[in-house]
């Protein structure tokens, strides 16, 4: 079901239930984080691999040290500047934490988020709330409760509708390697702002074998349909006469393509304005049966930096793409077209 009235949510929390909630970032499938059969169900829901820990929600910066211990003083600047916001410190986890929380680590993610009716929440219970994205293991995710009730309507009792995420993408995550914060993964809070604060900080977001956050996933974040990212999407047109195409622009139309089948971030250029509607944008192009997606690739800097960092998980590169043409530019155009890109379109 889903409402707006939170002491529906907070009577089935304080039941053991799953509640979906609103936060700024994306909306999250929460549960009592100190309660291990709550956070199986959220792993079971999710089908998220066991291995992946979950980010604790609290209700304000007095309440870290309850769950953290050896908090660095980089940590404490941190949160007191961006909380509540959408900022995740990942910092030793005192035992009151469950394993399961932290997938067996040492370490919990920890974040304040920012929406009111979630913050309202965290006051009135007397337990942090554990909460991934409240899609499953992989997919897009949710910035409306109605993205939440497509993916799980059928299986939670309430969603609480706390309107569109204001800024549409997940915290940053930052870790600590002794003193030294470490940006896990690009998010909502630009490294630009975070730098601003505490100066330089290093990025291991990049692919891993082993992930230190499985954000950092080199496929995630991804539409059922192949997308590939570009510089310049009307340029790649032509190599798809035959097929179904969706363009996901930053800001400009493209005339020669119907206007339903073209989706523009922020008309005005604004890169806030794209955050917040990617996902949104994504959704609506992954349901419409388009044979391949063209993403346009952002500016990369602030917030389009975590923007390029999304759509390249959730993409094909361009460069294949250039590839595979290159390697096939003798032949045929329509062979090019039906064989080149088998892998690419289904
Ligand atoms: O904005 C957000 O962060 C949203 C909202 C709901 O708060 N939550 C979210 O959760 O994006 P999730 O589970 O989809 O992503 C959490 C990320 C995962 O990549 C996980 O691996 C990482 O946080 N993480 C959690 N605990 C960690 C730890 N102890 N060390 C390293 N990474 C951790
Ligand atoms: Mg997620």
Known sequence: MITKKIDIAIESLNNGNLVAIPTETVYGLSGNAFDEKVIEKIFTLKERPLNNPLIVHIKSYDYLEKIAKDVPDIAMKLAKNFWPGPLTLVLNKKHLVPDIVTAGKETVAIRVPSHPLTLEILEKLDFPLAAPSANPFSTISPTTAEHVDHYFGNDLEVILDGG????????????????????????????EEIENKIGKVYTKNKNDVSPVAPGMLSRHYAPRTEMVLVDEP????????????GVLSFKNTIK??????????SREGNLNEAGKKLYAAMHRLDSKDFDIILAERLPNVGIGKTINDKLERATKKEDKLESEIELFKDLEKDIIINSVFPGIIP
């Open 256 to 265: 020669s393509l119907q206007e339903e089948d073209q989706e523009i971030l």
């Open 164 to 191: 569109v995420c204001e800024k549409g993408i997940e915290s940053t995550i930052i870790g600590f390697e002794g003193e030294y914060p470490i940006v896990y993964r690009l998010g909502s809070l630009s490294i």
């Open 234 to 245: 009307k340029s790649k047109l032509k190599y798809f006469p035959n097929k179904k195409v």
